[in-house]
Each structure stands twice: as structure tokens, then as C-alpha cells.
T-cell receptor
Framework: GENVEQHPSTLSVQEGDSAVIKCTYS??????FPWYKQELGKRPQLIID?????GEKKDQRIAVTLNKTAKHFSLHITETQPEDSAVYFC?????????????FGTGTRLQVTL | DGGITQSPKYLFRKEGQNVTLSCEQN?????MYWYRQDPGQGLRLIYY???????QKGDIAEGYSVSREKKESFPLTVTSAQKNPTAFYLC????????FGEGSWLTVV
């Protein structure tokens, strides 16, 4: 099955700096790569996703890049703010019938300090 | 996300008891999922369903059971066979993009 590795497990940056979180996946058939933000005690919220026919996607301060050959994808957050502090999860999946079975990384705890 | 309702939010289970977590959606999605999250860890897939009257095991199905009698509903039963049931349980829906409910906290007492 799919295996997703995520690094680093914790990341501390100063407000205004950039943060980068990296993930690798094992199944070359995976074609969908979402990123979720989870605040303490809350549900994961989708913040950005990318499909395998695209190399990069950007939404305001957040961007995701995908390298299919190397089987890795990354989340980039620019101009970080204190409200960006949370745990971020990457995931990989491929569609099976009507379902997309997500395999998650173990998460990165991002702390943005003033 | 607002169209996915999980209940109860908090649940306590005694040893040897079965408990059922409810998940209802009004988003008209065929696919529904149950994930388990342990403190400080990622999410692991328990069961998923692609359509009414269908469900398939995920990575950690042992000690759990599900049913899908209606498109809107996908309840999860945590049986007494699940040895470490204390966790945060998340229901999700979607085929191309996956959205999560607010979760249910289950604690064994």
C-alpha cells in the first residue's frame, strides 16, 4: 500500500518568515495530494491540494509543488502569521471507484513566534 | 464541512461495551470514510464506503464494524474486540476532495 513520510515533525519560524514542509510517497499510481491544517482539538481543514497533472499550485500565501519523478511534494507558506500555528498533514491517494483513500503523513507542528 | 454531522462529540466506554458513533451528511456524496487519530499522530483509515450497501476495510479495521443502509448515514461501531479504542474518530465524505466532520472523542473508562 501507499506510505507517506513527512518532515520535519516540528518547525518553528519567526513571524514573517517562510515555512516549508516536505512529504514523500511510495505509490507511483497516487495522483491526488491534499494538505490539511489541524488546530488543537479540531478537525483537519483542507488548505490546498494538487493533482498529478500539475507541478505547482498557489493560493495567496500558500503554495504546493509536486515532483512526480522523485515522488515528493512540498507545502510552502510565505509571510507566516501567528494564526498559521497548527499541525499540518500531507496526504496521498488515488481514486478507487467513487472513493479516494487518503494515506496521511505523521504531521508537522508549525509554531510561528512573534 | 458544515454538511457533515458527527455525534456524540464526547463518549465514554466501559470495558467490554460496544459503542456506535454516528455520521450523517447532506452533501449527497457517494463515498464516506472513518478515520482514527491518536494523540500527536496522523490519521489512519478504518473503513470506507463507495455506495449504499457497500463498505470495505481500511488499514485498521479490526475491532470495528460499519453499515451503509442509507446514502446519508455511515455509523461506526467500536466493538469490545478493539483493545485500545481511546482516540479521536473522524468521519469524512467526498470522492475527489475529502472533507471531515468535527470528530468524536472516545475514551475508555
Amino acid at each position: 500500500g501507499e506510505n507517506v513520510e513527512q518532515h520535519p515533525s516540528t518547525l518553528s519560524v519567526q513571524e514573517g518568515d517562510s515555512a516549508v514542509i516536505k512529504c514523500t510517497y511510495s505509490d507511483s499510481a497516487s495522483n491526488y495530494f491534499p494538505w490539511y491544517k489541524q488546530e488543537l482539538g479540531k478537525r483537519p481543514q483542507l488548505i490546498i491540494d494538487i493533482r498529478s497533472n500539475v507541478g505547482e499550485k498557489k493560493d495567496q500565501r500558500i503554495a504546493v509543488t509536486l515532483n512526480k519523478t522523485a515522488k515528493h511534494f512540498s507545502l510552502h507558506i510565505t509571510e507566516t502569521q501567528p494564526e498559521d500555528s497548527a499541525v499540518y498533514f500531507c496526504a496521498a491517494s488515488r481514486k478507487t471507484g467513487t472513493a479516494s483513500k487518503l494515506t496521511f503523513g505523521t504531521g508537522t507542528r508549525l509554531q510561528v513566534t512573534l | 464541512d458544515g454538511g457533515i454531522t458527527q455525534s456524540p462529540k464526547y463518549l465514554f466506554r466501559k470495558e467490554g461495551q460496544n459503542v456506535t458513533l454516528s455520521c450523517e451528511q447532506n452533501l449527497n456524496h457517494d463515498a464516506m470514510y472513518w478515520y482514527r487519530q491518536d494523540p500527536g499522530q496522523g490519521l489512519r483509515l478504518i473503513y470506507y464506503s463507495q455506495i449504499v450497501n457497500d463498505f470495505q476495510k481500511g488499514d485498521i479495521a479490526e475491532g470495528y464494524s460499519v453499515s451503509r443502509e442509507k446514502k446519508e448515514s455511515f455509523p461506526l461501531t467500536v466493538t469490545s474486540a478493539q483493545k485500545n479504542p481511546t482516540a479521536f474518530y473522524l468521519c469524512a465524505v467526498g470522492g475527489n476532495t475529502i472533507y471531515f466532520g468535527e470528530g468524536s472523542w472516545l475514551t475508555v473508562v
